[in-house]
């Protein structure tokens, strides 16, 4: 549906966007992530009509939009630059669109009510925005966006201002409701949507493909799993919040891949396509790969013995480092039940990494 084609920018002399290419099919909710200063929040732009592009184009079904003006371009927007109106009532903020789209009476009203149903306010109507809370006033914005049947809708950090417990509650909510929301003529299919963030938890959460940038390109691409599985760069693999990332060389090579790592001979579910037996390979044992074994076990697979560094208890689940080879770290997170079964930091433990949570990458 959306077609972003070779996109490059550049503020002055500092480039920003290098040569960024991206379908977004109709339906599909896409999210942009990476680190601040990537770049997200320009390339958003751009496809709003806010920015222009340096090189390239941005195509909404085939129909190129240079020269289309922000507001004829038919999208929804969630950004800091468009926000509520405060010393008005909900009824009004949300109906605003639909008012400049010149709707009956009866038909806004209609729709407001349908939207405020949505987004779970309803019979709110009547509330002053900065009577709201913060949540409250997110959903507002939702409803705003949403109302006047956008083509597509654009959100950039809609969440970023509101607390932890807010944020977990609404990022479940938020998939539901442009799910829910029936694009334009297809009642099937949920709105087509673009949406900024630098939180990988909420990206994992509420997109169906994942789009990873680092410094202004695009380092991989993928649904939400996929990328989690099978991380294409060391980038990719850190910024997900996988630390352990061991240079090793591959011993066998698909289907039973076997890589030999500093931290002994390890087996792996899944390996880079191609690879062959004698390859480099970084390998990544993801920080829920660990499970606790007893220090006498012997004689099954990747098992992985080191020295209890730090422990650090977070209700559902405990952090714990382990040092081998004297200076090099893992890190892992075991379910909270096991903290209690720990022995204290400076002792020797043991744990077994699980075949599944471990990746491979080619080096
Ligand atoms: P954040 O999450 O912090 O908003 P981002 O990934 O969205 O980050 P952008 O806001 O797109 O990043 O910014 C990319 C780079 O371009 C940054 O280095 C930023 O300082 C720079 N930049 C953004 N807008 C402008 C502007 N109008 N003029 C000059 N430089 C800009």
Same mark, same amino acid.
């Given at each position: 549906m959306l077609t972003i084609r070779n996109v490059s920018k550049a503020f002055g002399d500092t480039p920003v966007l290098h040569d960024i290419s991206l379908e977004v099919a109709a339906g599909e909710i896409v999210c942009l992530l990476g680190p601040s200063g990537c770049g997200k929040t320009t390339l958003l732009r751009i496809v709003a009509g806010l920015e222009q592009?340096?090189?390239?184009q941005v195509l909404l079904e085939e129909r190129d939009l240079a020269g289309v003006p922000v507001h004829r371009? *038919?999208?929804g927007f969630m950004f800091q630059d468009f926000a509520l109106f405060p010393h008005r009532n909900v009824y009004d903020n949300v109906a605003f669109g639909l008012?400049?789209?010149g709707q009956s009476r009866e038909? &806004?009203? *209609?729709r407001v009510r349908e939207m405020l149903a949505l987004v779970g306010l309803a019979g &709110?109507? $009547?509330r002053q925005v900065h009577e709201l809370s913060g949540g409250q006033q997110q959903r507002v914005a939702l409803a705003r966006s949403l109302a006047p049947h956008p083509a597509l809708l654009l959100l950039d950090e809609p969440l970023g201002s509101l607390d932890r417990t807010l944020r977990e509650e609404l990022m479940g909510e938020l998939r539901r409701i442009l799910r829910q929301t029936p694009a334009g003529s297809d009642e099937a299919a949920g709105i087509t949507s673009i949406y900024v963030t630098h939180d990988q938890q909420e990206a994992l959460a509420i997109a169906d493909r994942v789009v990873i940038m680092n410094a202004g390109r695009v380092e991989q691409i993928g649904a939400p799993l996929a990328l989690y599985r099978q991380p294409a760069t060391p980038f990719v693999a850190r910024f997900l919040g996988m630390e352990n990332l061991l240079p090793g060389q591959l011993v066998d090579a698909a289907p039973d891949w076997l890589v030999a790592t500093p931290l002994g001979l390890l087996r792996s579910t899944a390996?880079? $396509?191609g690879a062959a037996a004698g390859d480099s390979v970084l390998a990544v044992a993801r920080p829920d790969a660990a499970r606790l074994v007893d220090l006498?076990?012997?004689d099954e697979e990747n098992l992985v013995a080191g020295q209890l560094q730090e422990v650090s208890f977070r209700g559902s689940q405990v952090k714990i480092t382990l040092s081998y080879a004297d200076s090099q770290r893992l890190v892992f997170d075991l379910p909270g039940h096991a903290a209690g079964e720990l022995p204290a930091p400076g002792q020797w433990l043991q744990i077994q990494l699980?075949? $599944?949570g471990i990746s491979l990458l080619a080096r």
């Open positions: 592009a340096g090189a390239g371009r *038919g999208f008012r400049m789209a038909a &806004l009203a *209609g &709110l109507e $009547a390996g880079p $396509a006498a076990a012997r699980d075949p $599944a």
